[in-house]
């Protein structure tokens, strides 16, 4: 099987910043959910989704940053403390490849999400890159700063970002 050619996709993957909601953001479901129905399609052998998630340092404390989950049961292991949110994010796209039969594998890495997503695509050497981005106008951009636009220029690999629609855009777009 690896001497065929399987397409490798990163997605960065983030929660939602939408307090009480340790889900992914709606931007991460978005690229997500393009990737499966554009790229994808039918062909769950011939690709390989590859989840990263950032943290910030001290978000929530996770220790175990190298773990690499690939399947539902590699978080049962787990003990009921360690899951904190960035695990559910990850376990919620392993959980749907493995609904669909597609290979992939997820993991976390902390600090500064530009910085870290592009260096994760140097070392893993992915196919494609597809990130999230809210559609943030000219102002927001300016505080938010968008991981998107830094990936775009800076990462090793060709890049794909996927807008919000506008019916899934919160009341406040930096909401995600």
Known sequence: MEGEAITRIMVGVNESTIKGYP??????????EWTLKKIVRNNTPGFKLLFLHVQVPDEDGFEDMDSIF????????????????????????????????????????QGDPKE???????????DLLVVG??????FQRV????????????????????KRSAAETPQDPIDD
């Open 23 to 32: 889900h992914a953001s709606i931007s991460s479901k978005g690229a997500f």
């Open 70 to 109: 690939a399947s539902p049961e590699d978080f049962k292991v787990l003990k009921h403390r360690d899951k904190i949110r960035g695990l559910h994010l990850l376990e919620y796209f392993v959980n749907r490849c493995h609904e669909i039969g597609v290979p992939c594998e997820a993991w976390i890495k």
């Open 116 to 126: 870290v997503v592009c260096h994760e695509v140097k070392r893993v050497q992915p």
């Open 133 to 138: 981005c809210r559609g943030l106008g000219p």
């Open 143 to 162: 505080f938010v700063g968008t991981v998107s636009e830094f990936c775009v220029k800076h990462a090793e690999c060709p890049v794909v970002t996927i």
